[in-house]
């Protein structure tokens, strides 16, 4: 049978068999292509049986209630009815349906559509935070079509590279527009987790306490290579703001792994937790995680935000939190991290937001004279899977302006802004998912006027001064003077901070 689209998810259609016999296994093969090409696509599907169990797929990798597959997957079951979700990223409609196996064998064919094409439009996709076993990682970027998947394969005391070879180039390039890297690495700790890329070989995590030493050091130590790349896997780790203030990190991840395909990690583990009245369950954390780089940003740094799923550890896929860079239609993987790098990117777990302000993208600074007005114009592209009631306009932290979804189809844009002193902007979209915290948004633009180049909210510095302080409280080490070289690193953080709080020049 064949699926001819569009398709919703579980919208079903029952495959018909001959009559049952009872206990005959039945073999079931899935057939995916896509609708405009005819050719055989690689996807996931989320198979599960009439209890909600999840189903293998032999020899294919699978991870938690899905298996990835090149277009094609046998699989024998036992009589009875099945579900099914197909999908390819969020770039492709997800289709679905249901299934009764009885003896004999049938074929499940189904056809995917594209919802829309981002690396015609320059935008590629990358995950920073991927856990799976490297001999997978091909199919698993195929699968969800992604194109940058760092892999963490030293991660606080897991290391194989001490025990197997590390290869001479850990960098594969493969399909003319994918890579992944084989030497990234992660340290989870009590402040929290940094992540590192573009190293040469593993840091010496392995022996670290939950506090000593201090994560500082192993930061400076990944400093100490050409072309380090660090981030900070969650903006409200106790250690972000320390980490932050040593201006040695390079993105921060606003699309985390707390924000998975079918549920929220409501509480913010053993990071500096929300306030739940205000930010209730289940969208607060992703809301939380949204406010705190709001204030990085109103402390005049320009921090690009990244994307993370931890698939291979938490339950996403390869690829669920994702950031896209612009690079045009050629794909370069050094280009890649600089397009991020330069903020000229949207983060993602759903819908697709590309936006420009007068024609310039994400990461442009504006500048304008202290005796003009700057006016930008907004024109934004978005589709999505999901329903978005609007998009918002954030600017200094704020929602400036929501914009209706229908408003925003009859016209396309979003309107002006105006700016008469310093300040950044961004654009977002949260969809309308009762389970997640499903959202896109853009990284900043800059606006620098009259002269100054920043605004610096002493607000949101006395918010990470007030952070600072209460995470000295919460260090405990037994040995004193390990301890005082931890809090070395947490004082700096706070002059740091507090230098901000002097130079304000907004509230």
Not at 11 to 35: E, H, K, N
Not at 63 to 69: A, E, K, P
Not at 92 to 104: D, I, S
Not at 283 to 289: I, L, M, Q
Request: net charge neutral; charged share 20%.
């Amino acid at each position: 049978m064949r699926h001819c689209l569009p398709l919703l998810p579980l919208l079903g259609v029952l495959a018909c068999f001959s009559s049952p016999v009872a206990a005959q296994p039945t073999s079931i093969r899935f057939i995916v292509r896509d609708y405009q090409t005819r050719e055989l696509i690689p996807c996931r599907i989320h198979f599960k049986d009439a209890s909600g169990q999840p189903v293998r797929a032999p020899g294919l990798p699978f991870w938690r209630d899905h298996f990835v597959c090149p277009g094609e997957a046998a699989i024998i079951l036992s009589p009875g009815d099945y579900t099914y979700e197909i999908e390819r990223g969020p770039e492709y409609r997800p289709a679905g349906g249901k299934v009764t196996a009885a003896p004999g064998s049938a074929d499940v064919s189904v056809d995917l559509l594209r919802l829309a094409t981002l690396a015609r439009e320059g935008w590629w996709s990358g995950d920073l935070h991927v856990h799976r076993p490297v001999k997978d990682i091909e199919l698993l970027m195929r699968a969800e079509d992604l194109h940058v998947a760092p892999v963490i394969t030293w991660w606080n005391k897991q290391n194989p590279w001490r025990t197997e070879t590390p290869p001479r180039v850990p960098l594969v390039l493969f399909d003319g527009n994918r890579a992944y890297d084989v030497m990234a690495g992660e340290d989870e700790r009590e402040g929290g987790a940094l992540l590192f890329f573009h190293l040469n070989g593993p840091l010496p995590v392995a022996g670290a306490s939950r506090e000593y030493p201090s994560p500082m050091t192993f930061l400076a130590q990944a400093r100490q290579q050409a072309g380090a790349w660090v981030d900070v896997e969650k903006p409200f780790w106790w250690d972000a703001p320390v980490w932050v203030a040593s201006g040695q990190i390079d993105s921060i991840g606003l699309a985390n792994n707390h924000m998975c395909r079918s549920q929220m990690y409501e509480s913010e583990a053993w990071g500096n937790a929300r306030d739940t009245e205000r930010l209730p369950a289940p969208r607060g954390n992703g809301f939380w995680t949204q406010e705190i780089y709001y204030h990085l940003l109103n402390c005049g740094l320009r921090l690009p935000p990244s994307a993370g799923s931890a698939s291979g550890v938490l339950p996403n896929p390869v690829g669920y939190n994702r950031v896209y860079v612009h690079l045009g239609r050629t794909f370069s993987h050094a280009a890649w991290w600089e397009g991020l790098r330069a903020g000229r990117s949207f983060v993602s777990n759903g819908p697709l937001l590309r936006c420009r302000a007068n024609g310039k993208l994400p990461g442009h600074i504006f500048r304008a004279p202290a005796s003009r007005d700057l006016t930008v114009k907004l024109d934004v592209a978005l589709d999505s899977n999901d329903a978005i009631p609007f998009i918002e306009v954030i600017v200094n932290g704020r929602v400036e302006r929501q914009v209706p979804y229908a408003e925003w189809k009859r016209t396309g844009s979003l309107g002006e802004l105006r700016f008469r002193e310093p300040g950044w902007f961004l654009v977002r979209a949260v969809a309308d998912n009762a389970k997640t915290f499903r959202f896109a948004s853009t990284a900043p633009f800059y606006v620098e006027h009259g002269g100054a180049t920043a605004r610096i909210s002493r607000a949101s510095a006395q918010f990470f001064v007030d952070w600072v302080r209460e995470r000295m409280t919460r260090v405990k080490h037994d040995d004193a003077a390990q301890r005082e070289e931890i809090l070395r690193h947490h004082r700096a953080a706070e002059r740091f901070w507090l230098e901000k709080v002097n130079a304000a020049n907004a509230e």
